[in-house]
């Protein structure tokens, strides 16, 4: 079955560093997006991506965060200066459409900040 | 605001039992309906999707859907340990790609 995958599955970095979280979506979809999930939190939605743009972002994806597909596999997250509430679980996913029957998620990375 | 809300729990059943997972979303322009299953430390896997109101059954799943009532709802019959997991529900609203996840109910099924 396709999966997403995401690297690396575990990054620890020091406060103000910049981090690259990154995903390689299912071949054939078409959107793509960032999630997190800060411990014992919701999963909440960061940016869609769709055509080689933000097609929606939350309040949460602010300068700090950018996201970019630099080839055509690879669709990465940025995080320009990483402060300690960033340490979260990053989730990439992508589907086929918009209105797709659910999403498929990466298995995830998990970024501590310290 | 586009909250969707569950219990928290936990939710325990006994194995072999039917467990019933409630969620509640706020925009009536709410058009489709996801539950995903997440063990700890682990991604959400898509369970199952429901679009129109009444049940959609998979297996040992059932998804019901009322959207006058705003209310969505997961079985699990025949409950197994390996079903201990922490349930999303998740809406996707009329407006936007993205979803809006619910906080979770954790559910234990003991031997």
């Known amino acids: 079955e396709p999966e997403v995958t995401q690297t690396p599955s575990h990054q620890v970095t020091q406060m103000g560093q910049e981090v690259i979280l990154r995903c390689v979506p299912i071949?054939?979809?078409?959107?793509f997006y960032w999630y997190r999930q800060i411990l014992g939190q919701k999963v909440e939605f960061l940016v869609s991506?769709?055509?080689?743009?933000?097609?929606?972002k939350s309040e949460i994806f602010d300068d700090q965060f950018s996201v970019e597909r630099p080839d055509g596999s690879n669709f990465t997250l940025k995080i320009r200066s990483t402060k300690l509430e960033d340490s979260a679980m990053y989730f990439c996913?992508?589907?086929?459409?918009?209105?797709?029957?659910?999403?498929?998620f990466g298995s995830g990375t998990r970024l501590t900040v310290v | 605001q586009k909250e969707v809300e569950q219990n928290s729990g936990p939710l325990s059943v006994p194995e072999g039992a039917i467990a019933s997972l409630n969620c509640t979303y706020s925009?009536?322009?709410?058009?489709?309906f996801f539950w995903y299953r997440q063990y700890s430390g682990k991604s959400p896997e898509l369970i199952m999707s429901?679009?129109?109101?009444g049940d959609k059954e998979d297996g040992r799943f059932t998804a019901q859907l009322n959207k006058a009532s705003q209310y969505v709802s997961l079985l699990i019959r025949d409950s197994q340990p390996s079903d201990s997991a922490t349930y999303l529900c998740?809406?996707?609203?009329?407006?936007?790609?993205?979803?809006?996840f619910g906080p979770g109910t954790r559910l234990s099924v003991l031997p």
């Open positions: 071949s054939n979809h078409l959107y």
């Open positions: 996913a992508s589907s086929e459409n918009w209105d797709s029957d659910g999403y498929t």
């Open positions: 925009d009536r322009g709410s058009q489709s």
């Open positions: 991506f769709y055509n080689n743009e933000i097609s929606e």
């Open positions: 998740a809406a996707h609203f009329n407006y936007g790609q993205n979803f809006v």
């Open positions: 429901i679009y129109s109101n």
